[in-house]
């Protein structure tokens, strides 16, 4: 186990001409690899933008972010694609291709100029499939798929680009419930596996508390980060979860609604 990410001072958002919305500010905190890291917050609370900034895909308004010590953006798109592979939400631009080959663009870091796959990448690609469960529907066309298959895809994806680093948005959002359990389990076990780095965020409260080693909670302008059982100790998740019909069980971190 050790750092993977490091955010200094770090404050998110976006530039709009001369205006800047900042989402959050002043962020200090680290991911370390061997650990399932799962981001809670409620809507709109700047989940996403984190994970983009992480990603690379948006720059810092301040700040910055060091990857295994290095800032990330002194790093080649190349190489980033061979460290940090990224599942966002929404639907991917490619559907007009077959599971298999969605999950072959996985190996583009690592495959020639015109993408051609050798053993070693073939391998990663079923391997890949095999572990979210996808192999039976490898041939079937993307644009043909639910959304929960479309999801496990790009999980798949994302593994069989064999990065240290693996950053998800919501990646059990479209999954019915043994599968958000799976995939969580999945990832819980690859961690501990192959010692990488998974960051990830969830509105699956339940499973997050369960599963997860660490949890970092937005709210406001403000990051919370601890275990499970810290955060329930001291009462930080019990004000998230805070509403008059639900009951908040601290001691098997579960939820219950009265009727
Ligand atoms: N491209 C953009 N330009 C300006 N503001 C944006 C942009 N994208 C998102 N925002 C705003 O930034 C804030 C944080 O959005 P973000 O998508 O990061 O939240 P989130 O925590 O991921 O929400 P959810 O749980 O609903 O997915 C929101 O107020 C949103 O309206």
């Not at 010590?69 to 080649?76: A, E, F, I, R, T």
């Not at 572990?131 to 798949?156: C, F, N, P, Y």
């Not at 999945?186 to 499973?207: A, G, N, P, Q, Y």
């Amino acid at each position: 186990m050790q750092e993977t990410i490091r955010l200094e001072h770090l404050s998110i958002g976006y530039k709009q001409g001369k205006a800047r919305r900042v989402v959050a500010a002043d962020l200090n905190a680290s991911i370390d690899s061997g650990r399932l890291t799962c981001l809670l917050g409620r809507n709109g609370v700047g989940k996403s933008t984190l994970l983009r900034t992480l990603a690379g895909f948006l720059p810092p308004l301040d700040g910055r972010i060091l990857l295994h010590g290095q800032s990330l953006s002194s790093y080649s798109k190349a190489d980033l694609a061979r460290l940090v592979s990224v599942v966002l939400t929404g639907k991917p631009q490619v559907q007009n291709m077959r599971v298999d080959e969605l999950v072959a663009l996985g190996r583009s870091p690592y495959t020639d100029f015109w993408g051609r796959l050798r053993t070693a990448d073939r391998r990663a690609v079923g391997e890949a499939m095999r572990l979210v469960g996808m192999e039976s529907l490898a041939h079937r066309m993307v644009s043909d798929l639910s959304d929960g298959e479309r999801q496990k895809t790009m999980i798949a994806k994302a593994l069989a680009q064999q990065t240290p680093v693996i950053i998800l948005d919501e990646p059990t959002a479209f999954l019915d419930f043994p599968s958000k359990v799976e995939t969580m389990k999945l990832l819980r076990h690859l961690v501990r596996e192959t010692d990488k780095t998974i960051f990830l965020s969830s509105h699956d409260l339940e499973l997050s508390m369960q599963l997860a080693d660490r949890l970092w909670l937005m709210s406001g302008r403000q990051l919370v980060i601890g275990t499970p059982r810290q955060l329930t100790a001291d009462g930080t998740l019990a004000r998230y979860v805070a509403h008059p019909d639900v009951r908040f069980n601290a001691e098997e971190m579960t939820l219950a609604i009265e009727v």
